[in-house]
């Protein structure tokens, strides 16, 4: 064989095996861009004092108590904040007062975005409503509990940063619901 003949069989052996495997298709078609992955909050909880009552917080949250009966608590891994507030009525009267004015709050933030509104019963005597859209507000969960004593819980997330494009929230919104459930369900008056 020629040395001629040796260096093209060589050459041609060596592009072969750059071509990569041969059962694989050659199509430039762009992939579906996915939901990004949240990670997940701490499994872990902490419990937390807000005036006379007790609730649970995932350990991921750092908190303050910026005035009595209030506490805000930042989320980093999700970018949300959560501004919640107790209060006390001592009538009935006061309590459906103060429930109709949050709920009409919620309905102004959300605005036309569609919601899933879930309404459940936590321990003996909690009546809650927790509210959350993935679509357009700064406010994508929002809850409220009120019990037979008086007390009322009301806190809100807030996403700190961009809240566009819309389904790439779903996954924050739907951890942060869990989340709002989690202290609601933790609630306790000392």
């Known amino acids: 064989?020629?040395?001629?003949?040796?260096?093209?069989?060589?050459?041609?052996?060596?592009?072969?095996?750059?071509?990569?495997?041969?059962?694989k298709q050659a199509d430039a078609t762009p992939r579906r861009y996915a939901y990004p992955r949240v990670e997940a909050l701490d499994s872990t909880a902490?419990?937390?004092?807000?005036?006379?009552?007790d609730m649970r917080l995932s350990k991921s949250a750092t908190y303050t108590h910026p005035a009595e009966g209030w506490l805000d608590a930042t989320y980093p891994k999700?970018?949300?904040?959560?501004?919640?507030?107790?209060?006390?009525?001592?009538?009935?009267n006061k309590l459906a007062e103060?429930?109709?004015?949050?709920?009409?709050?919620?309905?102004?933030?959300?605005?036309?975005?569609p919601a899933k509104i879930s309404n459940f019963t936590a321990g003996d005597d909690w009546?809650?409503?927790?509210?959350?859209?993935s679509e357009g507000p700064a406010t994508p969960v929002q809850f409220i509990a009120a019990d037979n004593e008086?007390?009322?819980?009301?806190?809100?997330?807030?996403?700190?940063?961009?809240?566009?494009?819309?389904?790439?929230?779903?996954?924050?919104?739907?951890?942060?619901?869990?989340?709002?459930?989690?202290?609601?369900?933790?609630?306790e008056v000392r």
């Open 127 to 133: 009546i809650c409503e927790v509210v959350a859209t």
């Open 78 to 92: 999700l970018g949300a904040k959560l501004h919640l507030s107790v209060t006390y009525h001592a009538s009935a």
């Open 150 to 187: 008086g007390y009322l819980v009301n806190g809100a997330f807030v996403l700190i940063g961009a809240t566009a494009p819309t389904d790439s929230l779903r996954p924050i919104v739907e951890v942060l619901e869990r989340e709002a459930i989690a202290i609601i369900n933790s609630l």
């Open 98 to 113: 103060a429930i109709a004015n949050r709920r009409q709050r919620i309905s102004l933030n959300i605005g036309d975005s």
């Open 1 to 23: 064989m020629k040395p001629q003949h040796a260096i093209l069989l060589l050459l041609g052996w060596v592009l072969s095996a750059c071509s990569g495997p041969s059962h």
């Open 46 to 53: 902490t419990t937390v004092s807000v005036g006379d009552l």
